[in-house]
């Protein structure tokens, strides 16, 4: 069990080497682990999002942060 989910996101996003991977083990561990999907339960109610689309919320946030940061760089090197 995870003490934080968000840990628990980016683990299985970094261990899966893709978003969709990520995407549909996600989706099979929440189908197989009551106490994990309870904590996405309570973290997508405290965040705003749906349970339906907390994860992908998650992944699309990130993503956008890292394009953020090559943007970054890309404008320091102009």
Do not use: K, P
């Amino acid at each position: 069990m995870y003490n934080d989910i968000v840990r628990f996101f980016t683990d299985l996003i970094e261990q899966s080497g893709s978003y969709d991977i990520a995407r549909a083990e996600f989706h099979r561990i929440m189908a197989d682990d009551d106490d994990l999907h309870e904590q996405y339960c309570e973290w997508c109610d405290e965040n705003g999002y749906s349970e339906r689309n907390g994860f992908d919320e998650f992944i699309d946030q990130r993503i956008d942060s890292h394009d953020s940061v090559w943007n970054t760089l890309n404008d320091y090197d102009e």
